[in-house]
Structure formats: structure tokens, C-alpha cells
């Protein structure tokens, strides 16, 4: 019907985080509006636009599509529901496209200008990155310096973003299977330019252009692929930087902010500045003292608190839905902000609390808020004078504000692929990759989930998350995680190497401390989850599954892996789970995507795309549903290769 759509949340208490849901108890005590309020305030959202049949690409509407038949049953130009719905989508897709690939052009013009001696602060922490990145790429190697082969392969992502010549995204086409790169020739989805990918689908989709479905989605296919290339950028070169992620101790949820210490969040996706900050608070840990702290305390909100968490065992503080509440604790001093996933409602909290919001990048500005345009060339100096701030506005906190959250919990991330590879190779040298597939083949593992995405207050916040996360592994499941899922699991303790023995089937867990027996080096014990970092890390993913579909000589439609984005709230987070199907992943997405109001488009995600792809879309919000639908997908899979091998 065309009724609007009231959405209620079962659980009243709006999460499951006990950090966030003790700082909800101080915002009601004070009357501070918070992500749950307006949350609330939405309701009841738009029917038409829940179902993705709201036109608004020209100014002679909006036009909603109605049930009835006859005119109304289109926009004024005659387009119909699966048209609105597959641009809509489409739209979504490029909009992720743009995002990631934003970021990573940042990583990307870092690289760059530190090659040319314009970015004196940042250095090539990973030769080993690079060299296999040159060697995948086509780079030659031999009797080079590093910066000189660095160069090189700047310049193949630089004619990635703006190819015009017919020729494959070599940051995609260096990286797919053999099977998979001929199944995008096929379809004819193989973009060849990320920048052009965007512009064309943003054409594409505009009045008067395509109103031919399937036309449309393959578009949207196309711009998933482009989104994947940005991502590979993203990842790899932010290794070369920043170095591989290794296995790395650490802690979250809102109980790091520490009361006797300097806080500073760094928040957002971009490991450029934050890596820079992070480095400076070493520097100026004496400055600090001086006003009285014990210190500089870095925290990590997001996905930029995973970039940190990943490579330098920051504290990751919060995730998305969470990230006032880190203000609301009364003892964060500043909160730098990179792009994405912000709230501008981080800036409106500082009228209540001394914390000093700080932008750095010239597309994210915030009215109020300080801005301190942060390069390449002046990085140190820059991340210096953020930690100044910071410095600053600890004099003025207010003791009777401070609430910090007695919530904390242990954990093992830093899970590359490269380490992960190393991890298997102890028990397999010669073929590490077959130590993962020959549990699932014997059944000792039932295959593998990547879990990613965001919060959406639809549901309690990290709930589905870890509904999903726990009837996995009980079930045998290993899960690889991301983002803010990543963050959900390692705020409530289940990134614990401790959470093996309360979760794990008895098959899971036998086969992790069957890897720890094989690498007593790793004194960190192995977890439950294997964190493989931020947003663009999911690439990792892919690279994984890709790894395993070789071992088993199979094309990636037939490994038993999926991905789960048990709350994807971002385009981006739409971007992602079409790759993920276009790759041929059964892919579940917790959250309702704007599409109900096309048969047809439904029909494509759910079904259509699997028969071409062999990926498809698994629409379902109950989170108990969901896990048994996954463990469905894995266990068909199984069973299919069992048979045929
Ligand atoms: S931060 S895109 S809410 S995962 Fe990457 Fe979290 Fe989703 Fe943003």
C-alpha cells in the first residue's frame, strides 16, 4: 500500500551497547538530543521513498508512483516504478563510488607527492606492499629504487581515475580471477575509469536517458566494480604508507576515554591526517603534562578508528551510531574529523560540552565548527596544531560533566590477508590457502562470512550484528569483519581471543587453536573475529575469497563465503554489497534497501543476478532469520563442491 511506513524498533532500549546505552541514560538525565531522538522524530518515514518510488531527478516533480492504474500509476514523463527504482538505486551505487574513491584519491595524491619530496612526513613503511603491488600490476621491480617504482604505480591509479581509452581498470583487472574477469567482459560491466564510471552512471540516470531496468542495473553492476577499484587503491596503497596490518592488541568502547589524559578522537575514514595525529600526540605527550594531564590519549570513532585500530593498536572508542555519546562523556577534548559517516550533529553538541570539533578537508566543512585545512606538504605541522587544540580545551573541562562509561574490552585485530596467508602458511607452506579450504571441506568449518557495514536505528543499534555474529560461529562459521560491524563486535568483547571458548562451535574453535598451535610467535592469541579493517578494507575481502576460489580451482560463485551487512545504513555500504553479488557472493543485507516498489528490481537482486552472477541479494531483517538464511547459502555451497569433487 501506499500507507507510510511507521518503523518501531523492538527493543526500547535502541542498542546493545552497554557504553552507549549508559550515556543515553545521562542524555535523557539532561535533556541532550541524540541520533535516538531524532530517530524517533522521523517516524513515520515516507512510504514512497522507503520504496524507492519517489522521482525527484527532475524539478517538474517530485513524482510518486501510485498502485492505482492509469496516470498515476508513473512519473509525469511516463517512467514507470522500475525505472525510478533502478535509477534511484544506480544513483546510490555511484554515490559509494564517489565516496570511496575520494578517499582513496586523497591516499592516492599523498603517495604521490611524497614521491616528488612534497610530503617530507610520510615514507614507504611497506617495500614488501609495494613490490607485490608492482609485480600485480605489471611494474617492473628490478634494479629500482622504491620511490621510483612507488611512481610508477601512482601513475597507473591516476589513469584509473580518468581513463578515457577503452582499457580495464588495471587497480580491478590486476587483481580478478581469471573466471571473473571474463564474466564482467561478458556482460559487458567492466568499467574502465572510475571518475568517467561515476559521470556516466549520474548521465545515465538522468531525465529523459535510460528507463530500461535491466539496462540500468547492469550500469549500477558496472559502478559496484568501479567502487571496487577505488577501494583496491584505497587498501593498498594506504599498506604501502602506512605499513601491512599485523596482529595487534588493543581495547574499545567509550571506557578508553581516559579522564586524567588529553583526548582526541579522530573520526571519519582517511588514515592520511589520523596516522599524522597519532605521531604528533607522541611528539607533544610532554605538552600535555604541562596543563596537567598524564597525557596524550588518541581514540578512534568509525572507520578511521579502525585504520588506527588496524596498524597502530589505537583505541577504538565508538561506531557510527554511537559517536556523540563520546563527547557526551564530558572528557574528550577535541574530535578531528577526515569525510563520511559524520554527524553534523557532532558540532551542535559542543554548545553542552567544551570539546573542540575540528574539520580538515576542504568537502567536509561544518557550520561552527574550527576548520584547519590539513595537506600533504605541512602534515606534521598540521596534526601538531590539532593536538594543540586539544591541549587547549582540556583546560576548560567542566569535572561535574565528566561521565565516562565503565565499559572496555580487550582485543586481536590486524588481520590482513598477507597475515592471514602467514598464519595458514605454518601449517601449509607450500599452499597456505588450502589450510582454510580443506577445513571446510572436511567439514570442520562450515565456510566463511565477511560481516560489514554501518548501524541503522531501524533496528537496535549493533543487535543484528551480533545476533548474526554469534548464531555464525556457534555454527561453525569463521567470520572475517569490517567497518562498523568490525566495531560493534569489538566494543561488546567478541574480538576476544577470550570469546573462542564462549562462541565458537566445537569445529570452529578446534580449528582456530589448531592455527595458534601452528604459530606460537603470535603472542596474542588468535579471536574469535578476524578484523580486516575499515569501509575500503572489504576489498580484503574479495581478495580472500578470490584466494580460496583458486585453491579450490572452482569460480568464486561456488566458495562457500558470503558477506553480511546485518545494518548498511551508506551508499557505500550499497555499493559494496553489489560488488559483493556481481563477484557472485550470496549477500545479506539486514536493512531494507530503497526497492519494494519494483517487482521486477527485487526480482533482479534477489534471483536474477544469481543465474548471471552467481551472487544475489538475501533481503531480511530479522537477524535470526538472516543467520539461518546464510548458513543456508554456505551449507548449499558445501554440499555442491563436496559432490563435485
Ligand atoms: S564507518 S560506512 S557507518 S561501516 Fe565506515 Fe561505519 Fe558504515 Fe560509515
Known amino acids: ?57 527532475c524539478i517538474a516533480g517530485p513524482c510518486r508512483v501510485k498502485t492505482e492504474e492509469g496516470p ?101 583487472d590486476s587483481f580478478l580471477t581469471e573466471q571473473r574477469r571474463k564474466k564482467f567482459q561478458h556482460t559487458n560491466i567492466t568499467p574502465r ?37 577505488g577501494e583496491y587503491i584505497g587498501t593498498k596503497l594506504s599498506d604501502v604508507l602506512f605499513g601491512i596490518p599485523e596482529p595487534i592488541v588493543s581495547e574499545s568502547n567509550l571506557g578508553v576515554i581516559n579522564s586524567k589524559m588529553v583526548n582526541i578522537a579522530v573520526h571519519g575514514h582517511n588514515p592520511v591526517l589520523s596516522e599524522m595525529v597519532v605521531a604528533a600526540a607522541r611528539q ?112 576548560n573541562r567542566d569535572p561535574k560533566k565528566i561521565s565516562i562509561p565503565n565499559e572496555r574490552h580487550n582485543l586481536v585485530a590486524g588481520f590482513s590477508i598477507e597475515t592471514l596467508t602467514d598464519i595458514f602458511s605454518k601449517v601449509n607452506s607450500d599452499r597456505p590457502m588450502s589450510v582454510l579450504t580443506d577445513a571446510i571441506m572436511n567439514g570442520q568449518i562450515k565456510g566463511v562470512v565477511q560481516m560489514a557495514g554501518c548501524n541503522n536505528l531501524k533496528r537496535p543499534q549493533d543487535e543484528s550484528h551480533v545476533v548474526i555474529l554469534k548464531e555464525l560461529v556457534k555454527n561453525d562459521v569463521l567470520v572475517v569483519a569490517t567497518g562498523c560491524s568490525a566495531g560493534a563486535f569489538a566494543k561488546l568483547g567478541l574480538m576476544s581471543p577470550l570469546a573462542v571458548d564462549a562462541y565458537a562451535g566445537e569445529g570452529l574453535k578446534s580449528f582456530i587453536r589448531m592455527l595458534e598451535d601452528a604459530n606460537p610467535q603470535l603472542t596474542t592469541g588468535l579471536p574469535l573475529i578476524f578484523h580486516i579493517g575499515a569501509c575500503v578494507d572489504n576489498s580484503r575481502g574479495m581478495d580472500l575469497v578470490m584466494a580460496m576460489a583458486e585453491e579450490l580451482e572452482v569460480d568464486v560463485p561456488k566458495v562457500p563465503f558470503a558477506a553480511s551487512a546485518p545494518e548498511a545504513m551508506h551508499e557505500k555500504a550499497v555499493a559494496i554489497g553489489t560488488y559483493c553479488v556481481t563477484m557472485g557472493l550470496p549477500t545479506h543485507v539486514g536493512s531494507m534497501p530503497f526497492l519494494e516498489g519494483s517487482d521486477l528490481i527485487y526480482g533482479i537482486a534477489t534471483q536474477i543476478a544469481h543465474d548471471v552472477f552467481g551472487g544475489n541479494f538475501i533481503f531480511e531483517m530479522d537477524p535470526q532469520v538472516a543467520a539461518q538464511k546464510i548458513l543456508g547459502a554456505l551449507e548449499y555451497r558445501s554440499w555442491k563442491l563436496k559432490i563435485h569433487k
Do not use: W
Open 1 to 57: 500500500s501506499d500507507a507510510p511506513r511507521v518503523i518501531e524498533p523492538k527493543n526500547p532500549l535502541r542498542s546493545v551497547d552497554p557504553g552507549a546505552l549508559e550515556m543515553l541514560k545521562v542524555a535523557q538525565e539532561q535533556n541532550i538530543e541524540t541520533v535516538f531522538d531524532r530517530f524517533v522524530a522521523q517516524q513515520p518515514q515516507c512510504g514512497f521513498g522507503y520504496k524507492g518510488i519517489c522521482c525527484r531527478i
Open 72 to 172: 498515476g500509476s508513473k512519473g509525469i514523463c511516463g517512467a514507470t516504478a522500475f525505472t525510478i527504482v533502478a535509477r534511484n538505486l544506480v544513483r546510490m551505487i555511484a554515490g559509494g563510488t564517489a565516496s570511496h574513491s575520494e578517499h582513496s584519491r586523497h591516499v592516492l595524491h599523498t603517495a604521490h607527492a611524497m614521491v616528488d619530496g612534497e610530503a617530507p612526513s610520510y615514507s614507504i613503511k611497506s617495500p614488501e606492499k609495494l613490490h607485490k603491488l608492482a609485480s600485480q600490476l605489471g611494474v617492473s621491480t628490478i634494479n629500482r629504487e622504491d620511490r621510483e617504482i612507488l611512481k610508477d604505480v601512482t601513475e597507473i591509479a591516476y589513469s584509473d581515475f580518468g581513463r578515457y581509452q577503452d582499457r580495464p581498470l588495471a587497480f580491478l
Open 193 to 229: 575509469s572510475i571518475d568517467g564510471t561515476v559521470t556516466e552512471l549520474i548521465a545515465q540516470t538522468a531525465m529523459g536517458v535510460d528507463s530500461d531496468p535491466v539496462n540500468l542495473i547492469f550500469g549500477g553492476l558496472k559502478g559496484s566494480l568501479a567502487d571496487l577499484a
Open 284 to 395: 607533544l605527550q610532554g605538552e600535555a603534562q604541562k596543563v596537567g594531564a598524564e597525557g596524550i590519549n588518541i581514540v578512534g570513532i568509525c572507520c578511521t578508528g579502525n585504520e588506527l585500530l588496524m596498524r597502530e593498536g589505537v583505541y577504538l572508542a565508538t561506531s557510527s551510531a554511537s559517536q556523540e555519546m563520546a563527547i557526551m562523556t564530558g572528557a574528550l577534548d577535541a574530535m578531528v574529523l577526515d569525510i563520511q559517516c559524520i554527524y553534523p550533529a557532532v558540532q551542535q553538541l559542543t554548545e553542552c560540552f567544551h570539546t573542540k570539533v575540528v574539520t580538515t578537508e576542504g568537502i567536509m566543512k561544518m557550520p561552527g565548527a574550527q576548520h584547519i585545512a590539513f595537506n600533504a606538504e605541512t602534515a606534521m605541522e598540521d596534526a601538531q596544531k590539532l593536538v594543540q587544540i586539544a591541549i587547549e580545551a582540556y583546560k
